[in-house]
């Protein structure tokens, strides 16, 4: 895999896609997009709960930006080295259980667009936790 992409590779692409992630999350909580985009379609209706659902969603994009930012060296935290690898790992089996959910999703929109974008999360996230 190391062969295949390179790190800096994987970071610069993960960031773009967590970058686009956050504006999406954040035309969801202006309600710009339907709600039964995410969450399984279950958030449809759900107006004060979905908002606060993407919020959450939108710090938890924003801390792997800032794992995946540090693990390939654009923030300097050597001593957080450490936390920071296993973390990378973490983020891994995040865009894992992601795509699972996603692809158990009652919503058709979401299945379709989101599994095989969070497939590619996930196969970047591995590439960044093997990195030494």
Do not use: C, Q
Request: net charge positive.
């Amino acid at each position: 895999m190391k062969k295949v992409i390179r790190a800096k590779a994987a970071a610069n692409a993960l960031l773009i896609a967590l970058s686009a992630l956050a504006v999406f999350h954040i035309l969801m909580v202006l309600g710009v997009l339907p709600a039964s985009m995410v969450w399984g379609g279950r958030a449809d209706g759900a107006r004060v709960n979905l908002g606060l659902l993407e919020v959450v969603s939108l710090v938890v994009t924003g801390l792997i930006a800032l794992v995946v930012a540090a693990k390939i060296g654009y923030l300097k935290a050597e001593r957080f080295r450490r936390v920071i690898a296993v973390s990378m790992w973490v983020v891994f089996a995040y865009f894992v259980l992601n795509t699972l959910g996603n692809l158990a999703s009652s919503s058709s929109l979401e299945k379709a667009i989101f599994t095989p974008v969070s497939l590619v999360l996930s196969i970047l996230a591995l590439r960044l936790a093997i990195e030494k």
